[in-house]
């Protein structure tokens, strides 16, 4: 008898382990049904108290179909789930995104016009130009972070430098012999190569290209020594050989690029060690809004950034869905909003 159950069991312990896969399956499908039956069901009872019943509309500072909008696309979409109002996604590229945060920033504080702005309109510009027509931290109610990209710091195959701290001394043993590639003054990957270089006392020659695609493709033909492109951007010449990636920002590894280390991983400066997400999505409104309101949308955020689905939409675009409070948010960009200003004292952009 007791070999009798030791078989069944064994048997048992066969089956399931073969249905694992499909059980697996089942709960992420289960997940995604649990959330948009519950956002459902707070439709139905209809607006949020907090909102009224009026439209919202997300403003975009960059053309259909980029990260930007697909990420205000998806979590528009929810959102209107949320709170049971129609929720529409407006483009307005051109001016660094400030035509879209402008009408926010002058809008009515009452949770309809919102902005979804990135780290270029958020930290980066407002740390390195005098000339925007609005203060980000006292225009802007800051409702949370919505999306985290990340960015690999790479050379040419040919350079004799397998790490971080190998490139850095290498760089100082030829002052302004190398060039880095960037995608066009001003963009991230100029500002953090020039943020690099700061604490490091290297030296380079700034190359400007028009996207993450050319500083790739010129680190890859020789023509620039160093650039900084996004993961998703970088990842396949790097598979294939035809550029070194030396480490990866963010506080983990990037799943795209097991092998290479963390910036935190590498023997370089403390301040270095602590740069932690290349570039963040974030979601703004008006200054002046109600706590009641923004709390409303930063808790539907907090659901969104959760749902498989999203997480999936987002992954496409090489975004990692993630999600602050207000306050973390605020603290965020006024901590990286200091940072570039200390680099736009040495580099002048308008």
């Not at 040419?156 to 012999?177: G, T």
């Not at 290209?209 to 493709?217: E, H, N, Q, S, W």
């Not at 709390?295 to 999936?312: F, G, K, W, Y």
């Amino acid at each position: 008898m007791r070999s009798s159950n030791a078989g069944a069991r064994a048997q048992a312990r066969t089956w399931m382990g073969r249905q694992a896969p499909a059980v697996q399956a089942v709960r992420v499908v289960m997940a995604a049904a649990l959330c948009a039956s519950a956002l459902g069901a707070q439709a139905q009872q209809g607006p949020a108290p907090a909102l009224g019943s009026k439209p919202i509309r997300i403003l975009v500072g960059y053309t259909p179909g980029g990260g930007a909008d697909l990420i205000a696309r998806a979590y528009g979409q929810k959102l209107q789930q949320a709170l049971g109002v129609p929720v529409v996604v407006e483009n307005k590229p051109g001016a660094f995104e400030q035509l879209a945060a402008q009408p926010v920033a002058s809008a009515a504080p009452d949770g309809h016009t919102l902005w979804l702005g990135t780290s270029g309109a958020l930290t980066m510009g407002p740390g390195v130009r005098s000339n925007i027509p609005y203060d980000i931290l006292k225009s802007f109610t800051h409702i949370g972070k919505v999306g985290e990209v990340n960015a690999v710091l790479t050379v040419n195959k040919s350079l004799p430098v397998s790490n971080l701290k190998e490139f850095i001394s290498y760089a100082k043993s030829s002052p302004n012999k190398l060039n880095y590639a960037s995608a066009g003054v001003g963009s991230g990957n100029h500002l953090f190569t020039e943020y690099i270089m700061g604490l490091t006392q290297i030296s380079m020659t700034h190359v400007p290209y028009k996207g993450d695609a050319d500083v790739v493709r010129e680190v890859a033909a020789g023509n620039a020594d160093f650039g900084i492109p996004t993961i998703a951007t970088a990842a396949q010449f790097i598979h294939e050989g035809r550029i070194k990636g030396l480490v990866v920002t963010g506080n983990q590894r990037s799943t795209a690029l097991p092998q290479v280390p963390t910036l935190a991983e590498e023997d370089v400066t403390d301040a270095l060690k602590n740069y932690d997400v290349y570039a963040i999505y974030g979601l703004l409104g008006p200054a002046g809004m109600s706590a009641s309101v923004t709390r409303t949308l930063n808790e539907a955020l907090e659901r969104i950034s959760r749902m498989p689905d999203v997480v999936q939409q987002l992954e496409h675009a090489n975004v990692r869905a993630s999600y602050s409070t207000p306050e973390q948010l605020r603290q965020f960009i006024e901590k990286d909003v200091a940072k570039w200003r200390e680099v736009g004292k040495k580099i002048k952009i308008e």
